[in-house]
């Protein structure tokens, strides 16, 4: 029986000129105070009010791991490396056949893509309910480990961030 990946829905990655995600050119309806946009198949809005809660708690502002969330979903259920590549933090660190690189660029990610994100990995990283994600001060947790999203700040002040994500890996 072959299931497929949850539909997500559609979003586009802008980048400004200093490398921040920038939010989506699309017109948006007027947000409630304190509502988050989630991605379909969340879960309820009483579980993602509470996964919100703890984001706002620990690491800031729940709508931007929100929006990242759904970007990785979908970029990783597209096979699409380019749009993984420009979410990932670097230099970053993965273990290529046994062993563990050092990526400093998107391009060095994008070469060794298949060896990162693997279908097994693909599969834990599309399947997350969003409502469903562990948050701790390290960052959020897709699955057992097998990813991690984390704010990085964007300048001394420490006001501002970019959700990246930070580990992709094998949770044995």
């Given amino acids: 029986m072959q299931t497929k990946p949850p539909r997500l829905a559609a979003v586009v990655l802008v980048s400004s000129a200093a490398g921040h995600l920038a939010d989506p050119p699309v017109a948006a309806p007027p947000a409630a105070p304190n509502l988050v946009a989630v991605p379909p198949d969340a879960g309820t809005a009483e579980d993602t009010t509470a996964v ?12 931007k791991y929100a929006r990242a969330f759904a970007l990785f979903q979908r970029a990783v259920a597209a096979r699409d490396a380019r749009a993984v590549a420009a979410l990932v933090a670097y230099p970053f660190t993965a273990t290529i056949g046994g062993r563990r690189v050092k990526l400093p660029d998107a391009a060095s990610f994008m070469r060794h893509y298949d060896a990162i994100v693997m279908p097994v990995i693909a599969s834990v990283i599309t399947r997350q309910r969003y409502a469903d994600l562990f948050v701790n001060e390290q960052g959020v947790m897709f699955g057992q480990g097998e990813a991690w999203l984390h704010g990085i700040r964007g300048d001394a002040a420490r006001e501002d961030f970019d959700v990246r994500v930070i580990a992709i890996q094998s949770a044995n």
Wanted: aromatic share 0%.
């Fill in 52 to 63: 919100n809660a703890r984001i706002q708690a620990v690491l800031g502002d729940p709508s």
